[in-house]
């Protein structure tokens, strides 16, 4: 199964460059192209995205290049531009 095409609409992609997935099966896209992080279902639904405006008052990134979820829903982005990884909860997207 493939989900996404080249663009910048709400589940397309422009340069994805990493993918994780958190303990409740939300998979987590990089997309460096679109300066953003995608979230979807393990069937590819679109939840969220997480772009340049931020998220839970975390500083929005620019560059997302890749991409962690720890146990506890703690998200990781690593930020190219920014030359920083940003941290932020993400406890329901949807």
Known sequence: ????????????????????????????????????LQVFTTDGQFLAKVDTTGIDGARPFFDAVGVA?????????????AIQVFRFSMTDPA
């Open 1 to 36: 199964m493939t989900w996404g095409e080249s663009g910048t609409k709400d589940g397309e992609f422009y340069n994805p460059n990493d993918v994780a997935v958190d303990a409740m099966g939300r998979v987590f896209v990089a997309d460096d192209g679109n300066n953003r």
């Open 69 to 81: 979820v720890s146990t506890d829903g703690i998200v990781y982005v690593a930020d190219n531009s």
